[in-house]
Nanobody, 123 residues
Framework: VQLQASGGGLVQAGGSLRLSCAASRRTVSNKAMGWFRQAPGKDRELVATIGWRGGITYYTDSVKGRFTISRDNAKNTVYLQMNSLNPEDTALYYC?????????????????WGQGTQVTVSS
């Protein structure tokens, strides 16, 4: 599986961005997918994850109510809608795919990773 993330950029605090991650070479419709982020000097952390059917989602506390993860299995793509962005959201955002259909909060349980897309939020 190859993952291509896009949609990052520079935005002012309070603004919105929508990240996309398209998978190629193999279908991911039967696999859980997630978005992670890593800020300079910090560990990679889970932002959100979604089960294979899209009915089960999980968000880290700091983004609940602001971010929404979704997927379009016909397009082999996962999205992350980010609203009310603040400077603490500044990071390199990665999409990832698990082998299995269920969500997981552990980075080591994701087997395929995209190259990352930078999100920078100015105050």
């Amino acid at each position: 599986v190859q993952l291509q993330a896009s949609g990052g950029g520079l935005v002012q605090a309070g603004g919105s961005l929508r990240l996309s991650c398209a998978a190629s070479r193999r279908t991911v419709s039967n696999k859980a997918m997630g978005w992670f982020r890593q800020a300079p000097g910090k560990d990679r952390e889970l932002v959100a994850t979604i089960g294979w059917r899209g009915g089960i989602t999980y968000y880290t506390d700091s983004v609940k109510g602001r971010f929404t993860i979704s997927r379009d299995n016909a397009k082999n793509t996962v999205y992350l809608q980010m609203n009310s962005l603040n400077p603490e959201d500044t990071a390199l955002y990665y999409c990832a795919v698990r082998h299995g259909p269920k969500v997981s909060t552990r980075p080591d349980e994701y087997h395929y990773w995209g190259q990352g897309t930078q999100v920078t939020v100015s105050s």
